[in-house]
């Protein structure tokens, strides 16, 4: 039986997802001590990126805490915007801060499909193109290649925050195909934790999401601390 874990977890201000999930996927017992990093009702952009990593920065010290096991920073848009030289650097700031492993919901999607084997994938996220177009470089940069692909296009955090998991399962099924190896549903926001289980069975290959893949890891980071 794994043993529970006390994460530290940062989300943006707005998720009303990825804690109440995280813990789902996280052993019996298990704790989160979260930090909502402040931001606007636009979804995040290169531009304001500084400014909503600095404030990441100042929240972490937080979890300065003998009672914290593993950090996971969850904010899967940051860390495709960031790059993957950016996010490993913000991985590392967070660690330098807090004194603690840290897992960023980015680099977890990537090692998940790489651990898999997969290398061609079907991909739905609620993202703008901006963002979409990020996030498939950076899957890129991991030898993934995003076969089939769709979204919500939400415009504002309030039409992200309304999406349901019956539509997530809904777009996913729409866009899986025979020449996808797995399908990734990309954000923290988005509910995955009552669909992934039957999507996976449906599609007779691997099913993962942001949220998921972060529990995995940080179980995965706190055992190796």
Same mark, same amino acid.
């Not at 009303?16 to 931001?39: K, V």
């Not at 300065?64 to 969850?74: E, I, L, M, R, S």
């Not at 993202?127 to 089939?148: C, E, H, M, P, W």
């Given at each position: ?9 940062? !989300? ?18 298990? @704790? ?10 636009? #979804?995040? @952009? ?44 913000? %991985? ?8 603690? %492993?840290?897992?960023? @919901? ?38 993934? @290649? !995003? ?42 926001? #988005? ?21 998921? !893949? ?12």
């Amino acid at each position: 039986m794994s043993k529970a874990l006390h994460v530290g977890l940062m !989300v943006p201000i707005n998720n009303t997802t990825m804690e109440r999930e995280l813990l789902a996927w996280l052993p019996a017992g298990s @704790t989160c001590d979260t930090q909502r990093i402040p931001r606007g009702k636009g #979804l995040l @952009t290169k531009e304001v990126l500084p400014e909503y990593v600095a404030q990441a920065l100042a929240l972490a010290k937080a979890f300065d805490d003998p009672a914290v096991d593993v950090v996971a920073y969850g904010c899967t848009a940051a860390g495709f915007i960031s790059g993957p030289a950016g996010d490993a650097a913000l %991985q590392s700031d967070l660690a330098k801060v807090t004194g603690k %492993q840290v897992v960023t @919901t980015a680099r977890s999607m990537v090692l998940a499909l790489q651990e898999a084997g997969v290398k061609n994938i079907a991909l739905v996220t609620p993202y703008l193109d901006s963002v979409n177009t990020q996030l498939k470089a950076f899957l890129a940069d991991g030898g993934i @290649t !995003v076969k089939r692909f769709n979204s919500f296009y939400a415009q504002t955090t309030d039409e992200l925050g309304r999406i349901e998991a019956h539509q997530v399962a809904k777009l996913a099924r729409e866009t899986m195909a025979d020449d996808c190896e797995a399908m990734f549903i990309g954000c923290s926001q #988005l509910p995955t934790c009552e669909i992934l289980g039957d999507l996976e069975r449906e599609f007779g290959r691997p099913t993962l999401s942001s949220i998921q !893949v972060t529990a995995r890891r940080a179980q995965q980071a706190a055992v190796n601390s």
